[in-house]
């Protein structure tokens, strides 16, 4: 058995305003603060002597391939985000970053919004525009019935609410 697995498709590059602040603060935040303390952290144990049973070295390099491997997403993924910064021209119907309320065949409901792989976030109910609940939804209006693939089986949702914040 081969252990090779195909790449994973592409996230859609859509982002809210919030999202894209959070992962420009977080790219601060890394660059500015956290590297400059593991860089200074590094030197000091590459000047103990034998790197190669220093465990603080081999621990501090790790970290740092860590941060800049981060950094780097954050790089590439902050130049191909699209941010959706306004409410679509229909708000009747279910787009990018809106709240929608479900209710499923036992009438339990939850509220979920709808944002970019980045942001997501299930306690808050934040799934990814990218998730079978989202695709389903989208494009749909109030009182809309869809059915969604989801790890425990087919499940039938209506559309109780559309909101958009």
């Known amino acids: 058995m081969s252990r090779y697995r195909p790449p994973q498709a592409k996230s859609s590059p859509y982002i809210t305003a919030e999202g894209q602040a959070r992962l420009k603060g977080e790219f601060d935040e890394l660059w500015r ?44 993924r902050l130049e191909e985000v699209k941010v959706v910064d306004r409410a679509p021209g229909d708000l009747k119907r279910v787009f990018f970053a809106a709240w929608v309320e479900v209710a499923d065949d036992n009438d339990d409901r939850k509220t979920y919004r709808i944002v970019g792989s980045d942001e997501v976030d299930t306690s808050k109910g934040w799934i990814s525009v990218d998730s079978p609940v989202a695709r389903a939804l989208l494009g749909k209006t109030k009182g809309d019935v869809v059915q969604v693939a989801l790890p425990g089986g087919e499940s039938e949702l209506e559309l109780v609410a559309i909101r958009y914040d």
């Open 33 to 76: 603060v956290r590297r400059p303390e593991v860089v200074r952290a590094l030197s000091a144990a590459a000047a103990e002597g034998d790197r190669s049973e220093n465990a603080e070295y081999i621990y501090r390099k790790k970290e740092l391939r860590e941060i800049d491997a981060r950094l780097k997403y954050l790089t590439l």
